[in-house]
């Protein structure tokens, strides 16, 4: 197989590939890298990283290579990659010695030389029919990035429905608070152009499961285009993902991403002058024009607040008791939910004002607590001992009602301004 890459130049909007039969370029340069992350995957890396090796060399046009990640693995991971290194041509490992998605990905994709990089979960859950599709548009120069839904309409997949609804209120959650406009950010099948991922990671700061939600969102904000490819996911019964950890992780990184956009932090300015992109949104938007504008926007942040409310509060339910878990959730989806409304709903960038717009925040956060434990206790008086689906319904209602008390005062009190026509 000969050895063909693409030049990239900063901010172009196209890669020039060769014609076919041609090499111009360096030896051992591949096109695609596709990283596999694991950490202690004895038992089925090796059927996979084989099956993966097979299709590239059987399907995939252009040179590739497949690199192991191994994170600090403390069974035979390790071993077998490094025997698959030296058996499979085009297959190599590296090693880290520290636990975390992000890191490994990280790692592995700051050192490749490739043009296109990639990365897939080790069970393969993903159709490799979807590989092509995925990394054509980089290759190409049509896009920056390329993400794998499994939430649109033509995607199949076949999971449980507990990590069915964790998915997609998950993703509501991001486009309520974060404004995010892809639609799946935890499918684990992702590329990225390398000229653009040297200067998107150095930007990222998570090291685990939040890594690539949080790269697609600066890279969002950076004016980058994100093809999506529907995809046929079979989830892995054996996944041994602990789901209450990742979703508490994925909300912190949620709040620390957004504090620091809202603070400027991200050179994302200077990240769209590099890659010669305009801002996606006017650098100082206006406020919102009107009630019903506001009413529509206020409307979608509260829709994924609500998910996410009542998503927390079954992840927290087993562990606490059903006041507790109320507080907490309704507290973290809180913060997020004005944090989200002083930025999307009511047109208000920047740091200033922020810590007295949250303060204000956490008093209307009382009124929605009162409600919601107000509504609980009732219940419990009524109906005794009712069960963790009937009081689930009974938070949603009273949910609801807090919602638009929470609308009234934060336009009406926390976030007023004389410009805004009722």
């Known amino acids: 197989m000969t050895s063909t890459t693409a030049a990239s130049v900063a901010g172009a909007d196209r890669l020039d590939l060769p014609a076919a039969g041609a090499d111009p370029c360096p030896p051992g340069a591949p096109v695609l890298d596709v990283v ?45 990659a490094a025997a698959l290194a030296a058996e499979l041509t085009g297959v190599s490992a590296v090693h880290l010695g520290q636990k975390g998605r992000g890191r490994a990905l990280h790692a592995a994709w700051s050192r490749s030389d490739a043009t296109v990089l990639a990365y897939m979960d080790v069970d393969l859950s993903t159709d490799l029919a979807a590989l092509l599709p995925l990394v054509a548009p980089l290759i190409s120069g049509h896009s920056e990035l390329a993400i794998g839904t499994r939430l649109s309409r033509g995607s199949r997949v076949v999971r449980g429905a507990r990590r069915e ?112 992109r305009a801002p996606l949104e006017p650098a100082q938007p206006g406020v919102p024009a009107g009630l019903a504008r506001q009413l529509v926007r206020f409307a979608g942040v509260g829709v994924a607040s609500t998910v996410a409310y ?26 997020a939910n004005t944090a989200a409304n002083r930025r999307l709903t009511f047109g208000i ?25 107000g509504s609980l206790a009732l219940l419990h008086l009524l109906a005794g001992a009712a069960g963790r689906l009937v009081e689930l319904a009974a938070l949603g209602v009273a949910n609801l009602a807090a919602t638009l008390v929470r609308f009234l005062l934060m336009r009406e009190w926390v976030f007023r301004q004389p410009n805004v026509s009722p």
């Open 36 to 80: 596999i992350p694991v950490h202690n995957e004895q038992t089925d890396l090796e059927r996979c990283i084989r099956r993966l090796h097979t299709h590239l060399a059987e399907s995939f046009p252009y040179p590739f290579r497949i690199t192991i990640a191994d994170n600090a693995s403390t069974d035979g991971t390790l071993a077998i």
């Open 165 to 276: 609804l964790l998915s997609r209120g998950y993703n509501l959650l991001l486009r309520g608070a974060l404004a995010a406009r892809f639609s799946d950010a935890q499918c684990g099948f992702k590329a990225i152009r390398k000229d653009v991922a040297d200067r998107l990671l150095p930007l990222v700061q998570d090291t685990g499961w939040f890594f690539d939600t949080e790269l697609l969102v600066l890279a969002q904000r950076a004016g980058l285009r994100i093809h999506e490819v529907p995809v046929d996911w079979v989830d892995d019964p054996d996944s041994r993902v602990d789901i209450v950890a990742t979703a508490v992780a994925d909300l912190k990184g949620m709040v620390r991403l957004g504090r620091a956009l809202a603070r400027g932090t991200p050179p994302l300015a200077e990240l769209r002058r590099q890659l010669g």
């Open 310 to 335: 009542g998503l927390l509060f079954v992840l927290l339910r087993g562990a606490m008791g059903g006041q507790a878990a109320n507080l907490l959730a309704l507290l973290v989806t809180a913060l």
């Open 349 to 373: 960038s920047g740091w200033h004002g922020a810590g007295r717009h949250q303060f204000q925040g956490l008093v209307v956060f009382a009124v929605g607590l009162a409600l919601t434990s």
